[in-house]
């Protein structure tokens, strides 16, 4: 058996360049691009998060069966469930339209007045996350993680607030939902020299 090797004891860090996107769902992600760093065609930025991070939650609830002598004898899966909280800290169109629903934000080029419609039907639309990390750096490269979530709604919205001495920020937790093959989510890595 192997000994403790703290070289694999690090920390999660966004891509400088950029590390949350959004997408339109059906938009192509070729998972070779956690090594090219090129961001896929109609990924938007969804800009700085804060220094809290992107916290990845799972939950999961189950029941169990018992014997006619109170022995459980099974446990059975009863729910599953995926999410992604981040506060975002730039107003920009896109986080507008991620946290208040891509269908409530609207532009009009002839009074260059912008159009934010408060209403129940933020969640209305799916889309698709990814978060480009780097999860390892030595002296010779950097590895890098691609978090991507094929089918993604708005669970939770947290409140905004309007201060002169505060920061305008967008807290929303986003489910993670299930794809064609059942999974929430996908992690991709690669090890990538320095030049």
Not at 28 to 37: F, L
Not at 75 to 100: G, H, P
Not at 150 to 164: F, Q, W, Y
């Amino acid at each position: 058996m192997a000994d403790n090797d703290a070289t694999n004891v690090n920390v999660m860090k966004g891509v400088a360049a950029g590390y949350a996107y959004w997408a339109p769902l059906g938009t192509k992600y070729d998972a070779t691009m956690v090594k090219t760093r090129t961001v896929p065609d109609g990924f938007k930025p969804l800009g700085y998060i804060t220094s809290d991070g992107i916290v990845n939650s799972f939950s999961s609830d189950s029941d169990t069966a018992a014997d006619l002598n109170g022995v459980t004898v099974a446990t059975i899966k009863t729910s599953y469930e995926e999410t992604f909280q981040q506060v975002f800290m730039e107003r920009t169109e896109e986080t507008l339209k991620l946290y208040f629903g891509s269908e409530n934000v609207s532009s009009d080029s002839t009074s260059t007045v912008q159009t934010i419609k408060h209403n129940s039907s933020f969640d209305s639309v799916g889309f698709m996350l990814l978060y480009r990390l780097i999860s390892k750096e030595t002296d010779a490269a950097y590895e890098y993680t691609d978090i991507w979530v094929p089918s993604a709604k708005i669970s939770e919205r947290g409140d905004i607030t309007l201060s002169g001495t505060g920061l305008y920020q967008l807290d929303t937790t986003v489910s993670a939902l299930p794809d064609t093959e059942g999974n929430c989510a996908y992690e991709y890595t690669a090890s990538v020299n320095k030049s």
